[in-house]
């Protein structure tokens, strides 16, 4: 009776041991979870200067925070300028500029180019999606055919999407 009664014991000790191993491990990857999470949130700020009267940035707007960006929005009646003294060419301007984690971004660039950008993380100064296209988010409820988005940077300007 005394072997089993010491076997029970042991048994306990060893699965306590293992419980707590584990709950050990699911804390750490619950915290690795939060620290993820708070990074991509971190990454996820776009500030945007815009002409103060135009509609369509405020939809754009409306729409990135739809997909998970914290948008700031800055009143800029120049920022055609801005865009330029940031690297924009002239005739790649869109109708807004945007900056999100030493990128910028002008133009209604949809979301999923965006989360590319940020991903692959290229040697260049931002992208544009010049003019204001009828099927850009912010000017359409959703992107509909072809957006033919450039990369523009030291480089000078390429394709970055075709999509």
């Avoid at 869109?94 to 002008?106: F, T």
Wanted: aromatic share 8%; charged share 20%; net charge neutral.
């Amino acid at each position: 009776m005394k072997k089993m009664l010491v076997l029970l014991c042991i048994a306990t000790v060893v699965a306590i041991g293992g419980l707590a191993f584990r709950a050990q491990f699911s804390a750490q990857d619950a915290t690795r979870s939060i620290a993820a999470g708070a990074a991509a949130t971190q990454t996820r700020h776009m500030t945007i200067w815009r002409d103060p009267g135009c509609g369509c940035c405020d939809a754009y707007a409306e729409y990135l925070e739809a997909n998970g960006f914290l948008v700031t929005r800055v009143d800029d009646p120049d920022f055609d300028k801005r865009s330029v003294a940031a690297g924009v060419p002239e005739r790649g301007v869109g109708c807004h500029l945007g900056k999100i984690d030493g990128y910028y971004v002008s133009g209604l660039v949809p979301v999923e180019i965006i989360t590319r950008l940020l991903a692959e993380r290229p040697r260049i100064t931002g992208i544009t999606l010049p003019g204001m296209p009828a099927n850009a988010p912010g000017m359409a409820a959703s992107k509909t055919g072809t957006l033919k988005t450039f990369a523009f940077g030291e480089g000078g300007v390429t394709v970055y999407s075709n999509e």
